[in-house]
């Protein structure tokens, strides 16, 4: 990315913090709302899971969009399909 070849090691790490510390904020707050002793519907193994297909299917999209060298090929389809059997295992009764 153009706008990022000059900024120092520093600057990339904070950005990529701040990220971070967004993603947090969010997944905090969701997974205790979630969670069966708080009165959500997950237990806590439903809630990882959900949180780790969420954060591959933001890391695809953001890598596609803002990395052009990226491409989407047939393997990582094989991989989402396994991602939703996961889901699917996960949560079966």
């Known amino acids: 990315m153009k706008w990022s070849q000059n900024l120092p090691l520093l600057s990339i790490i904070l950005i990529s913090w701040g990220i971070a510390l967004f993603e947090y904020m969010l997944q905090v ?21 959900i949180q780790e297909v969420i954060t591959l ?15 989407f090929r047939w393997n990582h389809l094989i991989g989402f399909v396994f991602l939703v059997l996961a889901v699917y295992f996960i949560f079966k009764k």
């Open 29 to 49: 707050p969701a997974n205790r709302l979630g969670f069966k002793d708080y009165g959500g519907p997950f237990s806590l193994l439903e809630l990882k899971v």
């Open 57 to 71: 299917i933001i890391f695809v999209i953001f890598s596609l969009v803002f990395f052009k060298t990226e491409t």
